[in-house]
């Protein structure tokens, strides 16, 4: 059974400091994908990770690929507040490509 | 931009009551999913099609849980009877299928929130 597993589920900072979020997954895949989530709000699409060695970026996130680790990362840049949300990874299996998710982490920048 | 609709957008009712959500996916997706998500947690698959078929329902609860797709467009899920634990969000996304680059990124709605009293 494919898990997925995304740390930390919580992190509180402050604006301007960097930090990475990191997403483990049990079984190969080499579809991984990124999506935010603002309170009360439906889940939008950050970034699709293909293959191994990926490297996405859009303004102050990035997000890259390690197949062989099964591991993703979406890295902050000097976080500002409006990036306050909660982030999901999903896994997509190889065979069908459905998506598992995990759990999420809640991300609060503090100004 | 094209969007995945939702409706209605919040509902209210008293358990044992049936509730039924409308989604219609973006023009010529032809995956539909639905899901539930718990306040603080992930979205939960409950039914993904395929056009009109059920290509995965394995975690819908068929006692009270029901999802059609009849015309491989727009989409129904229905809930009857509703159950307190049955509050929660659904979320209806679309996506293309294959291999293609942006093939299975999901397009979510905005969700229907439902509230079980």
């Known amino acids: 059974e494919l898990k997925v597993e995304q740390n930390p589920l919580f992190l509180s900072m402050q604006e301007g400091k960097n930090y990475t979020i990191y997403c483990n997954y049990s079984t190969t895949s080499d579809r991984l994908y990124w999506y935010r989530q603002d309170p009360g709000k439906s889940l939008e699409s950050l970034f699709v990770?293909?293959?191994n060695g990926a490297v996405k970026q859009e303004g102050r996130l990035m997000a890259s690929l390690d197949t062989k680790a099964r591991l993703s990362t979406l890295h902050i840049t000097a976080a500002v507040h409006d990036l306050s949300a909660t982030y999901f990874c999903?896994?997509?299996?190889?065979?069908?490509?459905?998506?598992?998710w995990g759990a999420g982490t809640k991300l609060i920048i503090k100004p | 931009e094209a969007e995945v609709a939702q409706s209605p957008r919040y509902k209210i009712t008293e358990k044992s009551q049936a509730v039924a959500f409308w989604c219609d996916p973006i023009s010529g997706h032809a995956t539909l999913y639905w899901y539930r998500q718990i306040l603080g947690q992930g979205p939960e698959l409950l039914v993904q099609f395929q056009d009109e078929s059920v290509v995965d329902d394995s975690q819908l609860p068929k006692d009270r849980f029901s999802a059609e797709r009849l015309k491989g467009v727009d989409s129904t899920l229905k809930i009857q009877p509703a159950e307190l634990g049955d509050s929660a969000m659904y979320l209806c996304a679309s996506s293309t299928s294959g291999y293609s680059v942006g093939a299975n990124v999901l397009t979510f709605g905005a969700g229907s929130r439902l509230t079980v009293l």
């Open positions: 990770l293909l293959s």
């Open positions: 999903a896994v997509a299996l190889d065979s069908n490509y459905q998506l598992i």
